[in-house]
């Protein structure tokens, strides 16, 4: 079974600039994540969707940072304009439903320069 | 939102049986425990999860109490693959999961 797919893996911009993540989850789990983890610290949710609708997205600093998940699959994170401290890996993960296991992507390590 | 506290880092040799607690002195009735583990540049992998008495799977056991205040991964005879993070959490999933700090666990040879 095909894990979740993330890409890029890594990507390095100058700050003010602007980043597109892509995520592709694990068939048939309606459940999907984005989390940010900065180096030395344990994920912090970012977004969480069901199917195509966003759950929450109370930790998401939405004057830069924006999410979408397109027919319930595909999902992409954008963040404009990046800051200096968006650098930090980003991960997608994925559940069957809420509440179960997650499955987590390799990430994305964003760098800010 | 139910915080969980783990050591910061334990050190064990190849071979031995590893135990990992993590308190979550407010946890909630129907509040599930789930541990991960996560190496470096890789994103955090599922263990195992619980919810009250003893669970094992292929790789590991938990053990939780019945006050639910607290619980333990047990990694049986661990070698120098399992140097990771392990993560505690409660209430796996969606806003509500805090993922802490984790406990270092290396593994020495």
């Known amino acids: 079974e095909a894990g979740v797919a993330q890409s890029p893996r890594y990507k390095i911009i100058e700050k003010r600039q602007s980043v597109a993540f892509w995520c592709n989850p694990i068939s048939g789990h309606a459940t999907l994540y984005w989390y940010q983890q900065i180096l030395g610290q344990g994920p912090k949710l970012l977004i969480q969707?069901?199917?195509?609708?966003?759950?929450?997205d109370s930790q998401l600093p939405k004057d830069r940072f924006s999410a979408e998940r397109l027919k319930g699959v595909d999902s992409t994170l954008k963040i404009q304009p990046a800051k200096l401290e968006d650098s930090a890996v980003y991960l997608c993960?994925?559940?069957?439903?809420?509440?179960?296991?997650?499955?987590f992507g390799e990430g994305s390590r964003l760098t800010v320069l | 939102l139910a915080k969980t506290t783990q050591p910061i880092s334990m050190d064990s040799y190849e071979g031995q049986e590893v135990n990992i607690t993590c308190s979550h002195n407010n946890i909630a009735t129907n509040d599930y425990i789930t541990w991960y583990q996560q190496f470096p540049s890789q994103g955090p992998r599922f263990i195992i999860q619980?919810?009250?008495t003893k669970v094992t799977n292929e790789v590991a056991s938990l053990f939780i109490p019945a006050d639910r205040k607290s619980s333990t991964l047990s990694l049986p005879r661990v070698s120098l693959s399992d140097t990771a993070v392990y993560y505690c959490?409660?209430?796996?999933?969606?806003?509500?999961?805090?993922f802490g700090a984790g406990t270092r666990l290396f593994v020495k040879a």
């Open positions: 619980g919810y009250k």
């Open positions: 959490l409660v209430d796996p999933g969606g806003f509500k999961t805090i």
């Open positions: 969707f069901q199917n195509n609708g966003v759950v929450d």
């Open positions: 993960a994925s559940s069957l439903v809420d509440r179960a296991a997650m499955f």
